[in-house]
């Protein structure tokens, strides 16, 4: 089949008080719409993956994730649609949630693995699948040069110049490919990235390792809520705000994140009046569902 998909992914202005108070615009660029599942970032960086699996002649997908992966899910339905086979290496011991419950419904076979095996992809798969032609190694998160390369060509899509982008980060692939694009297309625009994990400041060597040239760009390290995954009240009540009052879908382990320092950024004067912010809502609402107690309270 061919590896395609029309992407809908269109910009969006987000109006409000604090924005009209500090002089600024603020769009977001809607790769949440780009697909129900295969959403955001995990579908640019899967499409030359993907693309290489097919002129490779590998019919079967393997990956690896933790348990709320987004990127196990959307590979799991890119192979459907695609007609790949999938097998998701799960990362700890066996449970059930909504996630790894539409990875299945997907047609991806999970395969759960002691942390400490986790630790060594390559030697899992090889383990599995080291005879197996068929197969392709697609690492964690789909972190990779050739992901770098899809999520650059979302700057190629931008018809309008931003001073600022904003990104969540998690292994760095999608701001890395942001970056190029931005070189690429010689854009005076800035790239702020937000680690969602804690100690951030280890993403600079993640980003750079896919930088087609040296580049500058701003990470902002203090965002993380105190790691992956992790939340708090702020965060929580940002987020009810935040879909509240623009009708776009957001979720606590990213696009929340990204959001909350933008907003913040704003409110201590960080960007000049006549601005112009764009930030990238990089999908993974499903996210959602795995913290929906987080919500309750
Ligand atoms: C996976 C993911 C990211 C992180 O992307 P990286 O390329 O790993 O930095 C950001 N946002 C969302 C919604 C994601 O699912």
């Not at 395969?111 to 383990?127: G, H, V």
């Not at 942001?178 to 280890?202: C, E, S, W, Y």
């Not at 201590?268 to 309270?297: C, E, Q, T």
Request: hydrophobic share 40%.
């Amino acid at each position: 089949m061919h590896i395609n998909l029309e992407i809908y992914s269109p910009i969006h202005q987000i109006k409000n008080k604090l924005f009209d108070e500090k002089g600024i615009e603020v769009f977001i660029k809607r790769d949440d719409l780009i697909h129900p599942i295969i959403s955001g970032n995990k579908w640019r960086k899967l499409k030359y993956l993907l693309k290489r699996a097919q002129a490779e002649n590998k019919h079967h997908l393997v990956t690896f994730g933790g348990a709320y992966s987004n990127h196990l899910l959307a590979t799991a339905a890119a192979a459907a649609k695609f007609g790949f086979n999938a097998t998701g290496f799960v990362r700890g011991e066996e449970v059930a949630n909504d996630t790894l419950f539409l990875c299945r419904l997907h047609g991806m076979d999970l395969i759960f693995t002691d942390r400490e095996s986790y630790r060594d992809k390559p030697a899992l798969f090889d383990k599995y699948f080291g005879d197996d032609a068929d197969a392709i190694f697609i690492d964690e998160g789909g972190a990779s040069a050739e992901g770098a390369k899809g999520c650059s060509e979302l700057v190629d899509e931008l018809t309008e110049t931003y001073d600022h982008v904003f990104c969540a980060c998690g292994t760095g692939t999608t701001a890395a490919g942001i970056i190029n694009g931005i070189q690429r297309n010689q854009l005076p625009t800035q790239f702020h990235a937000i680690p969602v994990l804690k100690n951030g400041d280890f993403i600079r060597d993640e980003i750079d390792k896919f930088l087609t040239a040296p580049a500058d760009y701003h990470l902002h390290t203090s965002y993380h809520f105190g790691g992956y995954g992790k939340t708090d009240e702020r965060l929580i009540n940002f987020i009810k705000q935040f879909v509240a009052e623009t009708g776009i879908l957001i979720e606590p382990v990213y696009t929340g994140k990204m959001l909350y320092a933008l907003f913040d950024m704003a409110a201590s004067d960080y960007f000049k009046p006549g601005d112009r912010v764009l930030a990238i809502h990089s999908g993974g609402i499903w996210g959602l569902l795995g913290m929906k107690d987080k919500f309750n309270r």
